[in-house]
């Protein structure tokens, strides 16, 4: 412990306190003005969808300090959507499997408005709401 305070003491008296808040400064106006650029990330949307929740991958575009709020901010990348502002498809996978889907067009555009700061919201998947399966075995005794 003894070591540490003397470090300590011959660092002050050979670096002025001035010198370090004036480094301090310069780097908190690198920072600013470097996040002033615009600026492309990914992540994680919590999506709220008549009040069932799913995680959404997105990349967002935008300014980087914009982006520094939605990924330190879980708040922010909370969203509620209405079924109603999506548009819905469903996929036959095979006989008596479908997938039903949200596109991601209509989810982009749902997206947009609700993360109106950012200059891009694009998703990186299909997100299925529903999916059913029928039994061969049952669908041969309903015919």
């Not at 980087?64 to 999506?86: E, F, H, M, Q």
Request: glycine letters at 4%.
């Amino acid at each position: 412990m003894g070591k540490i305070k003397t470090f300590f003491s011959w660092l002050r008296s050979c670096i002025s306190p001035v010198y370090v808040a004036m480094l301090v400064a310069a780097f908190v106006l690198w920072f600013i003005a470097k996040l002033g650029g615009t600026y492309t990330t990914d992540i994680v949307v919590n999506v709220s969808i008549d009040d069932v929740e799913y995680s959404v991958p997105c990349s967002i575009k935008g300014k980087g300090t914009n982006l520094i709020y939605y990924t330190l901010s879980p708040k922010r990348t909370n969203v509620k959507i209405p079924a109603s502002d999506l548009s819905f498809e469903t996929v036959v996978v095979e006989p008596g499997h479908t997938v039903v889907h949200i596109t991601s067009e209509s989810l982009e555009h749902a997206l947009k408005p609700r993360m109106n700061d950012l200059s891009d919201v694009s998703v990186n998947t299909h997100l299925t709401v529903q999916e059913t399966i029928v039994d061969q075995a049952e669908n041969s005794n309903i015919k």
